[in-house]
Structure formats: C-alpha cells, structure tokens
T-cell receptor, first 112, second 113 residues
Framework: KAGVTQTPRYLIKTRGQQVTLSCSPI?????VSWYQQTPGQGLQFLFE???????NKGNFPGRFSGRQFSNSRSEMNVSTLELGDSALYLC???????????FGQGTRLTVV | GENVEQHPSTLSVQEGDSAVIKCTYS??????FPWYKQELGKRPQLIID?????GEKKDQRIAVTLNKTAKHFSLHITETQPEDSAVYFC????????????FGTGTRLKVLA
C-alpha cells in the first residue's frame, strides 16, 4: 500500500499570499488530520476530518481552513500568509476503528 | 487545557546502554498514547503505542509503560544502536474515535558509538 502522500513537498510564498496544501491518505483510510510542526512549538493539531466532516479543530486563527473530499483526499488552505506560518505541515491518515495515525512526509512552507 | 510534558529534551547514551523518555499528560480522558520517531528530514513514524487499559507493552528492544493514576507514560529503549538516534515524540489522544493528538515537545536522542 502506498503511504500518505502530501503535495507539494516544498513551497515558498510571500507574505499576504494564500496557499493550498494537499494530502492523499492511505487507501481505505477515511480519517485525515493535519498538524503544524515548528522548532519552537513542536507538533500542533490543526484539524481532523472524517467522511468530509470536520470533527475537531485546533487553536489556530480562521486563516487556516481545510476540507475533505468524497475520496478522502484533504486540502488545507492558509490565507493572508504571515512569516510565522513558515513550518512543516504534516497530514496523517487513520483507518476506521483504529487509534493509529500514519504521517505523510509533509509540506515545508516558507513564507518570505 | 490539554498538555503533554516530555523530558528530557536531549539525551545522549552510549551504544548498548538503555534510554528512557518520560511524558506526563493532563487530560484524564486520554486513552491512547503513541510514540513517534522522527529522523532528520523524514516523517514521524509510529514505533509503539499503548492504550489506557494496558500497563505495559513491549516490542523487541522498545517498551512503553503507562501509569494512569499518575498520568505518566514512558518509552524504554534497550541495547541502543546508532540508528536509534532521532527525535522521539510522545502523544496523548483525547476522546475515543478522534485523532486529535496532543504531542510532547520531543526528545533528541543521540546514541554514541
């Protein structure tokens, strides 16, 4: 089975722009969660989706949003980018009924 | 709010020695505790996990213990090898059926040959 796939792997954006990141879960997994990883704050939960519904949201501003499609693929969007949004954005997928989450390689976003 | 504290932040051990990383969680409803290993530039990989109805779990050189009363859980690595060098994260999940993990701040383990 292919693992969790995130695209693109690297992005450089300018302050004020917006960005969309994509995540394809492991085949058969319907839950997708997103995390932001920074050296200072570690891994912080952004949001979680199951069957196209957001089930949980972390403490991030409204500029961070996401969605999940009927094929379980997920996207997250960050609008009005700030320098502090520079981070590794990780997506994880989980099989139904299991507690484990499996991470993708992440998208490294740099805001200049 | 929900919080997971992890110690130490860095740990250096000689090859063949044991390493122990400790975490404390705040949410008494947490019922699942995974450990992830992240090598430089790579994805976090699940190495072992434990559920709240179990006190200890072992997988070859790796073991995890859980003390629900004290809200502590620990990762034990025996006979450490240079390839064990990485950053290790503990996490605690909340309500059953969700995948919102609260992560510890990570422990950078260096195994010296």
């Amino acid at each position: 089975k292919a693992g969790v796939t995130q695209t693109p792997r690297y992005l450089i954006k300018t302050r004020g722009q917006q960005v969309t990141l994509s995540c394809s879960p492991i085949s058969g997994h319907r839950s997708v969660s997103w995390y932001q990883q920074t050296p200072g704050q570690g891994l912080q939960f952004l949001f979680e989706y199951f069957s196209e519904t957001q089930r949980n949201k972390g403490n991030f501003p409204g500029r961070f949003s996401g969605r999940q499609f009927s094929n379980s693929r997920s996207e997250m969007n960050v609008s009005t980018l700030e320098l502090g949004d520079s981070a590794l954005y990780l997506c994880a997928s989980s099989p139904r009924g299991a507690a484990e989450a499996f991470f993708g390689q992440g998208t490294r976003l740099t805001v200049v | 709010g929900e919080n997971v504290e992890q110690h130490p932040s860095t740990l250096s051990v000689q090859e063949g020695d044991s390493a122990v990383i400790k975490c404390t969680y705040s949410d008494s409803a947490s019922n699942y505790f995974p450990w992830y290993k992240q090598e430089l530039g790579k994805r976090p990989q699940l190495i072992i996990d434990i559920r709240s109805n179990v006190g200890e779990k072992k997988d070859q050189r790796i073991a995890v213990t859980l003390n629900k009363t004290a809200k502590h859980f620990s990762l034990h690595i025996t006979e450490t090898q240079p390839e064990d060098s990485a950053v290790y994260f503990c996490a605690a999940s909340g309500t059953s059926g969700t995948y919102k993990y609260i992560f510890g701040t990570g422990t950078r383990l260096k195994v010296l040959a």
